[in-house]
């Protein structure tokens, strides 16, 4: 074992074990498992006529008993200290389902080869690429199977069909299909969707066959396209607003649009919650992305679009709009090209269409790259057919 893997195990000792709040009690059986609590919040309505049990994975909370029984088993002596408490607490539990918006995490996927007779589930939790994701370095294995994977789209969904056995569910994403359209007036305002993260110290974004991407290289585009959107949205009388991934009116979010947005008018929202983006994008004339989930969530909702997935340029086809569909590199709201005329060009025929034919043209893309399905009908028909 090599020196970083190690320092890598005893971090994650420390925060699983020895850091985590504990629970001296064996956890309940329950007829559901939720694998992970990353967003747990969006499937608690769903859950309210079953027992269900939350498995926490990243040291927020950990059930001794089960440590101690993963303690005696080879998996443990081995160095897979989650793999051993994982499968401890499945079998302690004994659910029916184990559901998980953990879609690209590839252990989850072993997991119905281990437990034949619980069905699983995984949501997909946002956009998949190849670069620092999961299809940059997952390789077909005998052992994937996960019985349910609720999609984005079709496109995506024969993306994880060629790696894990397994029924495809096109639902678009779970947290948008939550927030009920609302249909408004248009208030001449175009939000760009923010992708901002702050920089880590290393300066680095992700590697693309192993040469580091900057943090500078990565958010260069969103410069070039901030900057055309501004002057568009001068010449033709237009509110400029950003939607934000703060909840906050100040700090290192609102400094990185300030210095590329100096000599423009803008205003940058907040994300006050989970629904907050959702609401603000239904009252946008059109929507502007670079490299967002919302941007094609948007397009589920039927909103005018405009998307310029520029990166996939210089950081490969996995940054292509609509990727992993085979679409072409220009299409009638989008393009794959740092090109500025086609940007105006783009935002020109856009701001031309009425309402009727926007909804036209958008259909024949909903259901390859970004599906709606209101209120999740298909999952909570699904988790009926499995439980009662």
Same mark, same amino acid.
């Given at each position: 074992?090599?020196?970083?893997?190690?320092?890598? &195990? @005893?971090?994650?000792?420390?925060?699983? !074990?020895?850091?985590?709040?504990?629970?001296?009690?064996?956890?309940?059986?329950?007829?559901?498992?939720?694998?992970?609590? +990353?967003?747990?919040? =969006?499937?608690?309505?769903?859950?309210?006529?079953? #027992?269900?049990?939350?498995?926490?994975?990243?040291?927020?909370?950990?059930? %001794?008993?089960?440590?101690?029984?993963?303690?005696?088993? @080879?998996?443990?002596?081995?160095?897979?200290?989650?793999?051993?408490?994982?499968?401890?607490?499945?079998?302690?539990? #004994?659910? $029916? !389902?184990?559901?998980?918006?953990?879609?690209?995490?590839?252990?989850?996927?072993?997991?119905?080869?281990?437990?034949?007779?619980?069905?699983?589930?995984?949501?997909?939790?946002?956009?998949?690429? /190849? !670069?620092?994701? *999961?299809?940059?370095?997952?390789?077909?294995? $005998?052992?994937?199977?996960?019985?349910?994977?609720?999609?984005?789209? =079709?496109? *995506?969904?024969?993306?994880?069909?060629?790696?894990?056995?397994?029924?495809?569910?096109?639902?678009? +994403?779970?947290?948008?299909?939550? %927030?009920?359209?609302?249909?408004?007036?248009?208030?001449?305002?175009? %939000?760009?969707?923010?992708?901002?993260?702050?920089?880590?110290?290393?300066?680095? *974004?992700?590697?693309?066959?192993?040469?580091?991407?900057?943090?500078? /290289?990565?958010? #260069?585009?969103?410069?070039? !396209?901030?900057?055309?959107?501004?002057?568009?949205?001068?010449?033709?009388? $237009?509110?400029?607003?950003?939607?934000? *991934?703060?909840?906050?009116?100040?700090?290192?979010?609102?400094?990185?649009?300030?210095? @590329?947005? +100096?000599?423009?008018?803008?205003?940058?929202?907040?994300?006050?919650?989970?629904?907050?983006?959702?609401?603000?994008?239904?009252?946008?004339?059109?929507?502007?992305?670079?490299? +967002?989930?919302?941007?094609?969530?948007?397009?589920?909702?039927?909103?005018?679009?405009? =998307?310029?997935?520029?990166?996939?340029?210089?950081?490969?086809?996995?940054?292509?709009?609509?990727?992993?569909? &085979?679409?072409?590199?220009?299409?009638?709201?989008?393009?794959?090209?740092?090109?500025?005329? $086609?940007?105006?060009?783009?935002?020109?025929?856009?701001?031309?269409?009425?309402?009727?034919?926007?909804?036209?043209?958008?259909?024949?893309?909903?259901?390859?790259?970004?599906?709606?399905?209101?209120?999740?009908?298909?999952?909570?028909?699904?988790?009926?057919?499995?439980?009662?």
């Amino acid at each position: 074992m090599n020196i970083n893997r190690l320092k890598l &195990k @005893i971090i994650f000792f420390f925060i699983f !074990v020895i850091k985590s709040p504990k629970n001296w009690q064996k956890p309940k059986k329950n007829e559901i498992l939720i694998y992970d609590i +990353s967003s747990i919040e =969006a499937l608690l309505p769903y859950l309210k006529n079953y #027992s269900f049990t939350v498995m926490a994975l990243r040291g927020e909370l950990l059930y %001794v008993p089960c440590f101690f029984l993963a303690f005696l088993t @080879i998996d443990f002596w081995r160095g897979n200290l989650l793999k051993a408490y994982t499968e401890i607490f499945i079998q302690v539990v #004994s659910p $029916k !389902v184990i559901i998980t918006f953990i879609d690209n995490n590839d252990r989850f996927y072993e997991l119905s080869k281990r437990f034949p007779n619980t069905k699983t589930i995984f949501i997909q939790n946002g956009l998949r690429s /190849e !670069v620092g994701d *999961i299809f940059g370095y997952l390789i077909k294995s $005998k052992n994937y199977h996960v019985d349910y994977m609720f999609v984005f789209g =079709a496109a *995506i969904g024969r993306k994880y069909k060629t790696f894990i056995n397994g029924s495809v569910e096109v639902i678009g +994403s779970f947290k948008n299909n939550l %927030v009920k359209k609302i249909n408004v007036k248009k208030n001449d305002s175009i %939000v760009f969707i923010s992708q901002y993260r702050e920089k880590s110290k290393d300066n680095i *974004i992700a590697y693309q066959n192993a040469i580091p991407i900057t943090y500078d /290289e990565f958010y #260069s585009f969103e410069q070039i !396209v901030l900057k055309f959107l501004a002057k568009w949205c001068i010449e033709n009388n $237009k509110h400029l607003k950003i939607a934000g *991934i703060s909840g906050k009116k100040e700090g290192p979010e609102t400094d990185f649009y300030k210095k @590329i947005l +100096s000599d423009f008018k803008y205003e940058l929202i907040p994300r006050l919650d989970m629904y907050s983006p959702y609401k603000l994008i239904d009252t946008a004339e059109i929507v502007v992305f670079v490299d +967002s989930a919302l941007g094609y969530e948007a397009i589920g909702r039927g909103k005018k679009v405009a =998307a310029f997935t520029c990166k996939g340029s210089v950081f490969g086809k996995s940054y292509n709009f609509g990727w992993p569909s &085979k679409l072409p590199d220009n299409g009638p709201f989008w393009t794959n090209n740092l090109d500025e005329k $086609k940007f105006k060009h783009i935002m020109d025929y856009i701001k031309s269409l009425s309402d009727k034919n926007w909804n036209r043209i958008c259909q024949n893309y909903t259901n390859e790259i970004m599906a709606f399905d209101p209120g999740n009908r298909r999952l909570a028909s699904v988790l009926d057919q499995l439980i009662l």
